[in-house]
């Protein structure tokens, strides 16, 4: 179910996105950056608020680093993805800002270690 709060926190990061689209639009963006916590929570968001909603197409375990936090996703094919544990076939590492950006979609300079195709099931809509 969806609260006040939860539809706070979604819009939060959507308008975040839209932010970085359009910025993308000028001829000089500017350097905009997110604080950690919001990049970290945007991560928590995305992961388990839009990645459970879509089935993978493919097996394996990605793992993602952004500052101090750590997640394991577990992608089974033909069901949803889940956080999980096991050894990981793709790991995303960076700063919470890049690793939001990646997970989004956006330019980024996020690490890639491993198997970049699982990425596909984890993708912006």
């Known amino acids: 179910m969806l609260t006040v709060g939860r539809?706070?926190?979604?819009?939060a990061h959507e308008t975040a996105?839209?932010?970085?689209?359009?910025?993308?639009?000028?001829?000089?963006?500017?350097?905009t950056r997110y604080?950690?916590?919001f990049a970290v929570d945007g991560i928590d968001e995305f992961l388990t608020f839009f990645v459970p909603r879509?089935?993978?197409q493919q097996d394996g375990v990605v793992r993602i680093e952004a500052g101090d936090r750590e997640w394991t996703v577990v992608l089974r094919s033909g069901e949803v993805p889940a956080l999980g544990d096991?050894?990981?076939?793709?790991?995303?590492?960076?700063?919470?800002?890049d690793v939001y950006r990646a997970l989004w979609g956006r330019p980024n300079t996020a690490r890639m270690v491993g198997h970049v195709a699982l990425t596909e099931p984890l993708a912006a809509p």
């Open 7 to 11: 539809w706070a926190r979604r819009l």
């Open 54 to 56: 879509r089935a993978a």
């Open 86 to 97: 096991g050894p990981a076939d793709l790991t995303i590492t960076g700063s919470p800002d």
């Open 17 to 31: 996105i839209h932010r970085l689209d359009a910025e993308s639009a000028l001829p000089e963006p500017p350097a």
């Open 35 to 37: 604080a950690d916590a």
